[in-house]
């Protein structure tokens, strides 16, 4: 199996009304796969526990001998493209007609790569046709996904879709436990201030506690300030560059993306107290070390190029300004 990550189980994922049919309909997938409901689809935001139940999926798969892949759908691409420069596209098929489980995490990222999406099509039929079983994620439901063909949407509506949401008692629920695990023991009233000042995101929870946990409760206001700070910085910059705010946090690796991208890493190191990883967790990297190029390379651009210079020091002062 590939791609598995133990730390996520379904022992150790927190139910509530947000999550709980999501919970249920995955944990039955993993039961019965290729068997029940064939795609699941699960949808809904960042942080809310999407890679955790397809991942949970896996691993309980893995454990009984499925073989099992997980994959984001950046690094499907990328590995489909790899292997037809390489001339081992058959080889590459071959991976998925072997295997019981595909879990394909944000699918979203499949938009307007068209031979991308031919490839899993033919891998999809392939899979379902043999019943085996495929679990799909993404940040929105399939109807809204753009750039996608109609004939995969169709297939992604062809079994069940669920949502994962947050709401007020699991939040809460999730914060107490977390807290409880973490071993840190706070009065009510941090707790409260906790709901109050955390997004949804359950990252962005784990972050804050762990913060806490490090640095004592003083850190709270500062480290619940970051990631919406994160947020803002991509967005002033993504607008200053003309352009959109998804394409800084997607695969586009044209010129102006990715200069606009390593100013935005440099930024939000500059401006924040957020680590390399929430940097390169915010900006949907798997691998730190490419925040930390970005920001190498503005650094040593920076003392030579006078033009950039300027730019940055003004995005500096306005984007600071506003955090
Ligand atoms: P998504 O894929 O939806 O963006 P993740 O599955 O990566 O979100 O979740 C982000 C973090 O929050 C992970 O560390 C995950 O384990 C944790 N998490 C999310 N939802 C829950 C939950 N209901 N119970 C426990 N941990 C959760
Ligand atoms: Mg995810």
Redesign the pocket.
């Known amino acids: 199996s590939e791609g598995l990550n133990k ?2 189980s379904f022992s ?5 009304e947000g ?1 709980r049919l999501a919970y249920e309909v995955a944990y039955e997938v993993a039961q019965n796969p290729g068997k029940i409901y064939n795609p699941l689809f699960i949808y ?10 397809l991942q949970a999926i896996g691993n309980a798969c893995a454990e009984r001998g499925y073989r099992v892949v997980y994959k984001s759908a950046n690094d499907f691409s990328e590995d489909m493209v790899e292997a037809i420069k390489v001339g081992k596209v058959k080889e590459f098929r071959n991976t998925y007609r072997n295997i019981d489980l595909l879990l394909l ?1 944000d699918v979203q990222f499949l938009s307007g790569k068209n031979r991308t999406q031919i490839e899993f099509f033919n891998i999809f039929n392939h899979m379902f046709l043999n019943e085996k079983q495929i679990v799909l ?1 993404s940040d929105r439901h399939p109807k809204e996904l753009k750039d996608i063909s109609d004939r995969l949407i169709s297939r992604f509506e062809g079994g069940v879709v669920v949502e ?1 949401c947050m709401d007020e008692l ?1 939040k809460l629920e ?1 914060i107490k ?2 807290l409880c695990e973490l071993k840190i023991e706070v009065q009510d009233r941090i707790v409260e201030s906790l709901m109050k000042h955390t997004s949804d ?3 962005d ?2 972050g804050t506690l762990r913060g806490i946990k490090l640095k004592g409760v003083e850190h709270l206001k500062k480290n619940a300030v970051s990631s919406s700070s994160l947020e803002k910085i991509k967005l002033y910059t993504a607008v200053h560059f003309g352009i959109k705010p998804e394409e800084l946090v997607g695969s586009s690796r044209s010129r102006k993306v990715n200069r606009a991208r390593h100013i935005a890493f440099y930024l939000c190191r500059k401006l924040t107290d957020a680590s390399l990883i929430e940097i390169a967790r915010a900006f949907n990297r798997s691998d730190h070390s490419t925040v930390i190029y970005g920001i190498k390379k503005i650094e040593e651009e920076r003392r030579k190029d006078r033009k950039l210079n300027y730019i940055i020091s003004f995005l500096e002062k306005h984007i600071g300004e506003r955090l």
Do not use: P, Q, S
């Open positions: 730390r996520y150790n994922f927190i139910v509530g999550n809904g935001g960042v942080g809310l526990g999407k890679t955790h139940l995490d994620a994962v699991t999730i436990r977390k995101n359950v990252r929870i784990e």
